[in-house]
């Protein structure tokens, strides 16, 4: 599958970056397969270690943390000569703090090494670092689940994706049958994610939802709270991240989705659960969309941490966990989680092109889904699950800012009248 992931790769090696890559994600988006396969279509070898399939090799970065100390010590571990050349590939190094410092002297090493780590909860042991982390010497990135372009592209709908983002550029309708081809395929992609397994046994059943077998995403998330286990200190701790996670649902359900730590326990506050949510943030299974005060540059500045709503990952997973199916998801049903899933799933594409994201409630009647700076401007994005218009909030806040645009999110046509951007749910990506 066409990963928009390889151009990071391509970009580090051809600028023969020196500082290692470390490539930070959840469990399951595809961290693993995407470096392989690209150092395997562009190296005749490299050197692939799993630290935690392979303890033993932990043990190469006992003494000496030098480049030439380590690699000698891999070598006889491995019984394979391995000189600096030769990329390596670290994966799962959150099993050794040594290994991750270890990286400081590969960077500064005087050959340019190629060396690639990653780990599904390298952001959570970078946090909770207890030695000195390798800062400015390390190439930090992001990887998430697939987004709805990469979607497109794993079905075959190469010519569809062009098309939607041409549209995009001039706020032009497109043909009503492609505009509900599209549309189909993004009720689909809200059942099925982005997670790369999910794709592919979508992609494999000849793109048809009622045969995807979605027990997928609920082992997926088995597999996430045994990680919750098995890398938290103590069990205390383990069992708030679980409720923390469990009660996301019911907070998305709420008319108003602040997060409550009431909805979480009936005697939870504030100073139990902070760090509990900052390792889910770390560990990259939630997005967490902090409130703003004032929609002024740098947004950043204006960010209230202390009031938040709180995303899955992955929009799969929320509509797995909500128990949606189909139908529920239909432009002319309703139902408690349909919003929430379709603000995710904005959210969640949104964030694979790495915006900075905020939603802006100054008062009881007035709310901003979503407030996010393009091109140095401030602009204003309704979310609407369906195809109705009406605004009473973004009307209200576009006389007190006057922003120069406004997007709205719909199932309608693409169109610019009156200074907001229509643009259909299934093209966030052009954002």
Request: proline residues 5%; neutral net charge.
């Amino acid at each position: 599958m066409e990963r928009k992931f390889i151009k990071i790769l391509q970009e580090w090696d051809k600028n023969q970056i020196k500082e290692p890559m470390m490539v930070i994600g959840a469990r399951q988006v595809g961290k693993t397969w995407i470096v392989r396969e690209y150092l395997e279509n562009n190296y005749s070898e490299y050197i692939y270690i799993n630290l935690e399939e392979q303890p033993e090799l932990i043990s190469a970065f006992e003494g000496n943390l030098s480049p030439d100390n380590i690699l000698r010590n891999l070598s006889i571990l491995l019984g394979k000569d391995i000189d600096f050349k030769i990329p390596i590939f670290i994966d799962e190094i959150q099993q050794s703090e040594r290994a991750i410092t270890s990286l400081k002297y590969f960077c500064e090493a005087k050959e340019n090494y190629r060396v690639i780590v990653a780990g599904s909860l390298l952001g959570v042991k970078i946090n909770r670092f207890q030695t000195s982390f390798p800062v400015g010497k390390v190439q930090i990135v992001h990887m998430y689940p697939m987004d709805f372009e990469e979607f497109l592209l794993a079905c075959g709908e190469e010519k569809l994706r062009d098309m939607i983002k041409e549209a995009y550029d001039t706020m032009s309708p497109i043909p009503s049958g492609i505009h509900e081809k599209a549309l189909n395929l993004y009720h689909d992609y809200l059942l099925v994610g982005g997670m790369p397994q999910m794709v592919v046994n979508f992609v494999d059943n000849g793109k048809n939802i009622m045969k995807v077998n979605r027990n997928l995403l609920d082992f997926l998330r088995l597999a996430y709270l045994a990680d919750m286990s098995k890398y938290v200190n103590n069990a205390p701790e383990t069992a708030k991240i679980t409720a923390i996670y469990e009660s996301i649902p019911r907070q998305l359900a709420r008319e108003n989705p602040k997060f409550k730590y009431k909805d979480v326990s009936a005697n939870a506050v504030k100073r139990d659960y902070y760090t509990p949510i900052d390792w889910l943030v770390s560990s990259d299974m939630i997005i967490k969309l902090n409130r703003l005060e004032s929609p002024n540059l740098p947004l950043k500045g204006y960010e209230n941490p202390d009031s938040f709503k709180i995303y899955l990952s992955d929009v799969g997973l929320l509509s797995s966990i909500c128990q949606l199916g189909v139908r529920e998801l239909l432009s002319d049903t309703n139902n408690i989680y349909k919003g929430a899933v379709i603000e995710n799933y904005v959210i969640e594409q949104l964030r694979c092109n790495k915006k900075d994201l905020y939603y802006y409630k100054p008062t009881e009647s007035m709310e901003i889904d979503l407030i996010i700076e393009i091109d140095d401007e401030i602009i204003p994005i309704e979310i609407k699950s369906g195809r109705h218009k009406r605004s009473v909030s973004l009307d209200n806040y576009r006389k007190k800012y006057n922003p120069s645009y406004a997007i709205r999110f719909s199932e309608n046509q693409f169109g610019y009248t009156n200074q907001i951007k229509s643009v259909p749910l299934y093209a966030v990506f052009c954002i």
